[in-house]
Structures are given as C-alpha cells and as structure tokens.
C-alpha cells in the first residue's frame, strides 16, 4: 500500500513537505507519481520518479516551487513544496507505476490522498 503524509494547513507563502511511502507492495513498481485534485477540478499530475533517479516536473505552476526526491532505503518518496499558494489547495496523492509518464491511467496503485490547504 502507499500512505501519503504530512498534509495540513498553511499560510501562502509557507512550506510543507509530503512523504509517501510504500509498504507491502514495493517490489511492483519503480516510479511514484505525486497527483494533485482541487475542489470541483479533475485530478493532475504534479510530478513522478523512478527508482533510478530521473524525474518530471509535469505542472507548470509548480516548477520552481515543487521538488521531488526520493530516500529508495525507505521506500519513501518526498514532494517538497514551497512558496504555496491558495492555487495549490487540493488532495495530494501519490501513486505507484511502471512507466515515467504522468498518465494517472498507467498507475494501478494509489494512495487515499493528504489534504492540503493553502490559506490565510
């Protein structure tokens, strides 16, 4: 399984780093995808890593701001995000595939999300 963490509330322009880590099911996949969806939007990528290190910042708003890095001993992968804005409140979910894409369609296992709410 994947358990998303570290979730909460923030003023803009604060930071907040979420983890994801895997359990259980670690030998099935090689890349963790984080997704992003706000209220009443469909859900999009943010951002994905595969084991050997390479990685894609898929939203443009983000870039700049959103890091993605994972510690592979742990079986944990980090989406570090600084400089939020009230844009970026949503559910926050990680995802496991096979595939460096951020076709939410190629990951079969995901995690029940972290909310995230970037507010005064």
């Known amino acids: 399984q994947l358990v998303e963490s570290g979730g909460g509330l923030v003023q803009p322009g604060g930071s907040l780093r979420l983890s994801c880590t895997a359990s259980g099911v670690t030998g099935k996949f090689y890349v963790i995808g984080w997704f992003r969806q706000a209220p009443g939007k469909e859900r999009e990528g943010v951002s994905c890593?595969?084991?050997?290190?390479?990685?894609?910042s898929h939203l443009d708003s983000a870039k700049g701001r959103f890091t993605i890095s994972r510690d592979s001993a742990n079986h944990t992968v980090y989406l570090q995000m600084n400089s939020l804005e009230p844009e970026d409140t949503g559910i926050y979910y990680c995802a496991g595939g096979t595939a460096l894409t951020m076709r939410r369609e190629l990951y079969p296992y995901w995690g029940q999300g972290t909310q995230v709410t970037v507010s005064l």
């Open positions: 890593i595969a084991t050997h290190g390479d990685s894609i």
